[in-house]
């Protein structure tokens, strides 16, 4: 944001904004989402904690949105307040469509997906087992190792996995890692996460748009008779405008919390398709692989497209001398049953988790290992 691009108030009341909502996201996203997520698992079941999250996301959403709109109806009418607040639903809605729509050819370009006969072997074989009328389209890409989900109604969807990954598991895990993509799929993530996603988005962009009208009218006060009502209308619509902005914050991380939730989602079909075992395992792998690799690291957490993968990036605690990249072969060489138990044992602290999509990979493997008391299928 170019603060200097502002007028005094507007800069001061967007600044103001940013800290006060920064400091709540910091704390949220640190400490309340990791633990909203792990006591909704502990006390229902999966489904019934993405339904009640998600169920708080919108209705918060909507409660910031409404009161929002009830005070900009106050000081500019009802008509005008309706009509601000379609607009700027509308203009967000589109974008995002655009967005979703334009975004399979942008990724196919951007990562060189290529078909792969093998891989599409493969992906039909778990597409049937986890009851796939039609199979995703299976592509390469290139970089560092990860796979992901993405697609659309008009190019179809794909499950994508990197050259690298594929040279660093075996059969068993990879059918795990394309269970897990797999399921987003069936989950109809990219979807709902865009929706999502939004709400946050409108009431940010809501927010930073009556700062913007609150210190104008502030400013053009003087052109009116009744100056006092004037500026106090601009002075309400600012802090409404702060208000929608820091409240955007706390929905997102709620967002946060339930996007955890759909990875662990993600993982039951994974762990459906090839076993509870190969699921950890593949993980276990990505873990070892960019524990070492720091430059491989930092190249996919700065991705546009970060939170489709399988692998969440937060967590690596990567030895700073260490720039080599491990080969395929090196990590295939591991022990990684040794690795998968260490894992589970790993504690993982909640601010290491800060802005991440994904829970740590120990949570997960732990959470697989708890799938082992019930009937898989029951789930």
Excluded at 225 to 237: H, K, P, W
Aim: proline share 4%; charged share 15%.
């Amino acid at each position: 944001m170019f603060w200097f691009l502002y007028d005094p108030f507007t800069a001061i009341a967007l600044f103001t904004a940013y800290i006060i909502g920064f400091i709540v996201l910091i704390i949220a996203a640190g400490v309340i989402a990791p633990r909203v997520a792990r006591r909704f698992t502990g006390r229902f079941t999966l489904q019934a904690s993405m339904l009640i999250i998600g169920l708080i996301v919108v209705l918060s959403g909507l409660a910031g949105i409404g009161l929002t709109a009830y005070i900009i109806a106050g000081v500019l009418g009802e008509s005008i307040t309706t009509g601000f607040i379609a607009g700027l639903i509308l203009f967000i809605l589109v974008l995002n469509i655009i967005s979703y729509l334009v975004s399979p050819i942008t990724i196919n370009i951007m990562y060189g997906a290529k078909p792969s006969p093998e891989l599409q072997d493969v992906v039909n074989s778990v597409a049937r087992r986890l009851g796939f009328t039609n199979p995703p389209k299976a592509v390469v890409v290139n970089g560092p190792p990860n796979a992901f989900a993405y697609g659309n109604i008009l190019f179809g969807k794909y499950v994508a996995v990197s050259n690298t990954l594929l040279e660093m598991v075996d059969r068993e895990e990879l059918e795990a890692i394309i269970g897990h993509e797999l399921g987003h799929h069936k989950h109809r993530d990219n979807a709902i996460m865009l929706f999502m996603g939004m709400i946050p988005s409108i009431l940010y962009f809501l927010g930073v748009t009556l700062i913007r009208i609150g210190s104008i009218s502030s400013y053009a006060r003087s052109a009116y008779s009744d100056r006092r009502r004037e500026g106090g209308g601009g002075l309400l619509l600012a802090l409404a405008g702060v208000a929608a902005v820091i409240v955007s914050f706390i929905v997102q991380v709620l967002v946060l919390a339930f996007s955890r939730l759909r990875e662990y989602y993600a993982d039951t079909s994974g762990a459906r398709a090839a076993g509870i075992r190969p699921m950890q395992r593949a993980l276990a792998r990505l873990h070892v692989y960019y524990t070492h690799a720091v430059a491989a690291k930092e190249a996919v957490s700065s991705s546009k497209i970060k939170a489709l993968f399988i692998y969440a990036f937060t967590e690596a605690y990567a030895n700073p001398f260490y720039r080599r990249y491990p080969t395929g072969r090196e990590v295939r060489d591991v022990d990684i049953d040794r690795v998968v138990e260490e894992l589970k044992k790993k504690e993982v602290s909640d601010v290491s988790e800060f802005f991440s999509t994904h829970p740590a990979i120990p949570k997960r493997i732990r959470f697989l290992e708890f799938l082992a008391f019930k009937p898989i299928t029951d789930l």
